[in-house]
T-cell receptor, first 112, second 111 residues
Framework: EPEVTQTPSHQVTQMGQEVILRCVPISNHLYFYWYRQILGQKVEFLVSFYNNEISEKSEIFDDQFSVERPDGSNFTLKIRSTKLEDSAMYFC??????????FGPGTRLTVT | KNEVEQSPQNLTAQEGEFITINCSYSVGISALHWLQQHPGGGIVSLFMLSSGKKKHGRLIATINIQEKHSSLHITASHPRDSAVYICAVPPDTGTASKLTFGTGTRLQVTL
């Protein structure tokens, strides 16, 4: 069964560094999402992406964040100049029609 | 914004017991998601349902759109069912993205 994959599974970075989290959505899906979960808290929506552009973003998704679909298969989340509070689990999801969402296993980002 | 409440927050059961987890939301929606989060953190989609009932193995999900309430049932629970179960809803009936998540129900099934 097709699944969403994410790499790396765990990323450790120093404060101020840039990180890129990668996701490979399910083939033929058209809608893509990033969510994050700070340890002990609820999962939160970050951004949705459709037709090569951001369709919606939360107040969390500020200029520090960007998303890209560079090659038609990968979907990336870039965090510029990471802060300690960016430490979280980041989940990617994809959807064929914008309703049922399929989640990846997540990338645990630790900022030191 | 759709407010989501789950109950109970924590649940301990003995193997074989029937489990019920509840989810209520404040704004009418087109469909609701039930998700399972393993101790390692990964999330698995269990169900998306817009009406009635869905069954997958020992898991059953029901939704009452009028009452804005959904339940997840686990029959003949097993220790491998131990996980956090999360419901998630869109903001309203018109959109499907931007899910709002509940705080989750932490289930532990003991032998």
């Amino acid at each position: 069964e097709p699944e969403v994959t994410q790499t790396p599974s765990h990323q450790v970075t120093q404060m101020g560094q840039e990180v890129i989290l990668r996701c490979v959505p399910i083939s033929n899906h058209l809608y893509f999402y990033w969510y994050r979960q700070i340890l002990g808290q609820k999962v939160e929506f970050l951004v949705s992406f459709y037709n090569n552009e951001i369709s919606e973003k939360s107040e969390i998704f500020d200029d520090q964040f960007s998303v890209e679909r560079p090659d038609g298969s990968n979907f990336t989340l870039k965090i510029r100049s990471t802060k300690l509070e960016d430490s979280a689990m980041y989940f990617c999801a994809s959807s064929p029609q914008g309703y049922e969402q399929y989640f990846g296993p997540g990338t645990r980002l630790t900022v030191t | 914004k759709n407010e989501v409440e789950q109950s109970p927050q924590n649940l301990t059961a003995q193997e074989g017991e029937f489990i019920t987890i509840n989810c209520s939301y404040s704004v009418g929606i087109s469909a609701l998601h039930w998700l399972q989060q393993h101790p390692g953190g990964g999330i698995v989609s269990l169900f998306m349902l817009s009406s009635g009932k869905k069954k997958h193995g020992r898991l059953i999900a029901t939704i009452n759109i009028q009452e804005k309430h959904s339940s997840l049932h686990i029959t003949a629970s097993h220790p491998r069912d131990s996980a956090v179960y999360i419901c998630a809803v869109p903001p309203d009936t018109g959109t499907a993205s931007k899910l709002t998540f509940g705080t989750g129900t932490r289930l532990q099934v003991t032998l």
